[in-house]
């Protein structure tokens, strides 16, 4: 069996939190060989057209919208986009060593995702314009164009300044506190979510701090901060 | 074992969701003796100052405040309010039998309640005030200054009416559907989060649904419309 993987490129390797929770974290938990192949953002709706990959969404206000993650998987045929739905799949067709869902807790892990964006809201402002930096070209243009509409300002009025920026920062801080105390409960040890087992949750707030790390580079003060909250305990999460 | 459960009364039994999860769901569960206590609300915090019973919560616009459910061990001596506190308690005291979070869920299961509310976030409108109707006299005053304070309007202004109370309300139809993907995950049958094993998750939402309940009664069609969303799903959890 062997996967062909979608990914965004950029000048510093994957920074897309949706491509990292499938590949770098389900893929290699499943031990299932794959392959990267890069699409830039401006060309990702044609490539999933061409190869019939349904829509990952289909929001009211954006129109139907393609993303990637997207996978061909060789040995089945099947072309599928969407985190989610890929890691689904992934769970299903190949059942055997460790599970992304453990103990029939896909519904509670699923879930988790939109605590995740309601408890670190604030933090996007401070991620979605540095990330343009890294980007190719071609991206740059799409990705501006799309960040500057969904937000009705310019990249760089995005990120709050003065009192605006540290009580903005200080809410992120709130919500990797309220974060560690649901990773404080479990009990026997181990650095997860379900303790020394890993599962989806875990891969969805790694994923995230890559997108961090990949925003703003190891040395930034934001960076070098998360990495210190709650005991440090999130770099064991990367 | 017997313990003291202290709840909030009014003209139709039990109507608070965060009492409802400890008292019917989690001491059943667990098959533990209780009996019943009722403190009207102006009345709790200095109920819970006498027996020295910590506050619930401490916001920091709200002041420090005592809330219930709380309870007495008679068996430890303990005195204890705040639900996912006495979930914790009973869970580590009372080992055996049913657990409220199997499987070393505690972290995936206590983060569930943020998603709720936000997926409901529009609900509160809708129940908040009609509550106030159901309250014995000396409770009404109190809760009433309450509500209105937190909201900055009269309990009469805060359902939406026209076109927004259309809006707000499918708002919460949506919310249940989004709940409704996270129920329908799970494999193997049985109408709970987790399939067949219940936990907290549905106690939560068990709670909430009870709290709808009273504060609309069964003729209502509001409530009547919940319990046909979702192909009648949300009556299996009550």
């Not at 953002?41 to 057209?49: N, S």
């Not at 995005?158 to 990773?183: C, H, L, N």
Request: glycine residues 8%.
């Amino acid at each position: 069996m062997t996967i062909i993987f979608w990914d965004l490129p950029s000048t510093v390797g994957p920074w897309s939190p949706n491509t990292w929770k499938v590949s770098r974290y389900c893929l290699n938990l499943k031990k299932i060989p794959y392959k990267t192949e890069w699409v830039e953002m401006p060309d990702v709706a044609a490539h999933c057209q061409k190869l019939g990959i349904s829509p990952t969404t289909n929001k009211s206000d954006w129109n139907i919208i393609h993303a990637l993650p997207a996978i061909h998987d060789l040995s089945t045929g099947i072309y599928l986009s969407d985190s989610v739905r890929i890691a689904e799949y992934l769970e299903t067709q190949y059942p055997d060593g460790p599970q992304i869902f453990p103990r029939n807790t896909i519904g509670l892990q699923i879930d988790f995702e939109d605590c995740l964006n309601a408890k670190l809201a604030s933090l996007w402002e401070f991620v979605v314009p540095p990330i343009w930096h890294i980007l190719n070209p071609t991206s740059q243009v799409y990705y501006r164009t799309t960040r500057e509409k969904a937000w009705g300002k310019t990249l760089e009025d995005i990120t709050p300044s003065g009192d605006d920026r540290a009580g903005q920062w200080k809410k992120v801080e709130a919500g990797f506190s309220g974060m560690a105390v649901w990773y404080s409960k479990k009990s026997g040890g181990g650095p997860f979510m379900m303790g020394s087992q890993v599962s989806w949750v875990d891969f969805v707030v790694g994923g995230h701090l890559m997108w961090f790390n990949k925003a703003w580079r190891d040395d930034d003060p934001k960076w070098k901060a998360i990495m210190l909250w709650n005991s440090g305990m999130w770099t064991t999460l990367l």
